[in-house]
């Protein structure tokens, strides 16, 4: 009698080798551990289990191979020992070099480009997401469509015996270029429809961020997985997903965040970054960071346990630079503090960053600091005044509820008078419209 077997059936996850080449003088972001170790994050983020490590240090990067045709002979026989489905490259890789590899290794290859789009890809959950992903993917495909029909090119159609045919001639190009044509029309259709598309969210956006202008914005930015969800619950309750993984959270969130002493703010969460961000995504997700870009005030969010900390920071601020937000005020937040051992490099932190603040947004550690620089922020843009004018001076009085807030009102005598919290650059309006400005004692 035969025995009932059971079978376990399940989804094997891509082995991957990782390739980096390290160039002298170039920074990378690295450990001084392990140059790969943000890599292998970013590869078990996107599924795939790390099952081994190669590095190369030269001076020059080589045009075929990318890390020269003999290390790339030893790539090759170590992937083999290695059994890997896949090779991923810490650098960004031409078509042509991705071919050579692919060819010597026997095995898929992708770059950190690639790596980034396709985890960007599996997190997006909203439609403006998967648009601006897309639209990356697309713009870095179009450059490697040519690799897919290399094959085909060869044949050279009804001339191909001659030399007009051998060329190209009228009527005899191959069916490999004309899929090209095809595949290049159809790529730059989509792009220009995704561009489109993107240019209408990123109007609708700017309006939506513009019209809070009543209101004193705080951007939260800082590298991936250095606990800005979990800030951001802690300050306001939000409800963000909280994960230990790269990208976990690709959309905006915008939250009130109640400072006490009748002092509101909204605080955006915004896609967190990471070294040498592909600028396709930079620029796709523009809409994405206008939160980021009008921003009264930046949380610089710095995970104060990581490894590369200091790399970290120099990723932000270049990423920062890039959308054009050096002159936005920021306060540095050392987060994580709960979970860092008293190390030189702790103090190399508080003393490279201005004025940090330390906090950890699991235990509350600093979070009422963390406030109250925000307030100080917030007074230095908002003046408390008082406003006299006419009883019937109606106008005035929707103006300031518009783009301030009235504190106490009282009449007196036919007069009005408010105690009220507007802008700096909304006083010489105030006075236009009748009032009688005094700063309150």
């Known amino acids: 009698m035969k025995q009932d077997r059971k079978i376990e059936t399940g989804v094997r996850a891509e082995q991957a080798v990782l390739v980096g080449l390290i160039q002298p003088g170039r920074d990378r972001g690295a450990t001084r551990y392990d140059p790969l170790a943000e890599l292998a994050a970013l590869t078990e983020a996107a599924g795939a289990l790390v099952v081994g490590r190669f590095t190369q240090k030269r001076a020059a990067i080589c045009p075929g191979t990318y890390i020269g045709r003999g290390k790339a002979q030893a790539l090759a026989e170590y992937v083999d020992e290695k059994e890997a489905d896949v090779v991923i490259f810490d650098n960004d890789l031409s078509p042509s070099q991705i071919r050579e590899i692919e060819k010597l290794t026997r095995r898929r290859v992708i770059d950190r480009t690639e790596l980034i789009l396709d985890i960007f890809a599996s997190r997006a959950r909203?439609?403006?997401?998967?648009?601006?992903?897309?639209?990356?993917?697309?713009?870095?495909?179009?450059?490697?469509?040519?690799?897919?029909?290399?094959?085909?090119?060869?044949?050279?159609?009804?001339?191909?015996?001659?030399?007009?045919?051998?060329?190209?001639?009228?009527?005899?190009?191959?069916?490999?270029?004309?899929?090209?044509?095809?595949?290049?029309?159809?790529?730059?259709?989509?792009?220009?429809?995704?561009?489109?598309?993107?240019?209408?969210?990123?109007?609708?956006?700017?309006?939506?961020?513009?019209?809070?202008?009543?209101?004193?914005?705080?951007?939260?930015?800082?590298?991936?997985?250095?606990?800005?969800?979990?800030?951001?619950?802690?300050?306001?309750?939000?409800?963000?997903?909280?994960?230990?993984?790269?990208?976990?959270?690709?959309?905006?969130?915008?939250?009130?965040?109640?400072?006490?002493?009748?002092?509101?703010?909204?605080?955006?969460?915004?896609?967190?970054?990471?070294?040498?961000?592909?600028?396709?995504?930079?620029?796709?997700?523009?809409?994405?960071?206008?939160?980021?870009?009008?921003?009264?005030?930046?949380?610089?969010?710095?995970?104060?346990?990581?490894?590369?900390?200091?790399?970290?920071?120099?990723?932000?601020?270049?990423?920062l630079d890039e959308l054009g937000c050096r002159d936005i005020p920021r306060i540095n937040v050392l987060n994580k503090m709960d979970a860092v051992n008293e190390s030189s490099a702790v103090h190399l932190l508080r003393v490279g960053l201005t004025d940090p603040i330390e906090t950890s947004a699991l235990t509350g550690i600093g979070l009422d600091e963390l406030r109250a620089r925000v307030i100080d922020h917030m007074r230095a843009r908002y003046v408390r005044v008082n406003i006299d004018a006419a009883q019937t001076n109606g106008r005035l009085v929707a103006y300031v509820s518009q783009h301030g807030q009235i504190l106490a009102q009282d009449y007196d005598d036919g007069r009005l008078r408010l105690q009220a919290r507007i802008p700096v650059g909304e006083v010489r309006r105030v006075e236009n419209l009748g009032g009688i400005v005094s700063p309150e004692v």
Request: proline share 2%.
């Open 126 to 319: 909203t439609n403006a997401a998967r648009l601006q992903v897309e639209l990356a993917q697309l713009e870095y495909t179009a450059p490697r469509l040519r690799g897919m029909w290399t094959h085909l090119e060869r044949i050279a159609g009804a001339g191909g015996g001659t030399t007009a045919g051998a060329v190209g001639g009228v009527g005899t190009r191959g069916p490999g270029e004309r899929q090209i044509e095809i595949d290049r029309r159809i790529v730059a259709k989509r792009v220009a429809f995704l561009r489109e598309q993107i240019a209408q969210i990123d109007r609708r956006k700017l309006r939506e961020v513009r019209s809070r202008g009543d209101f004193f914005t705080v951007g939260v930015v800082g590298y991936t997985n250095a606990g800005k969800s979990t800030l951001m619950n802690a300050l306001t309750g939000a409800g963000a997903l909280v994960a230990d993984k790269l990208f976990a959270t690709l959309d905006t969130k915008t939250r009130r965040w109640d400072l006490g002493g009748g002092q509101v703010a909204l605080l955006s969460d915004t896609v967190g970054f990471v070294r040498d961000l592909p600028h396709r995504l930079v620029a796709s997700f523009r809409a994405t960071l206008e939160e980021t870009i009008h921003s009264d005030l930046l949380l610089h969010v710095v995970d104060a346990a990581g490894h590369d900390a200091a790399g970290q920071i120099r990723a932000v601020e270049a990423i």
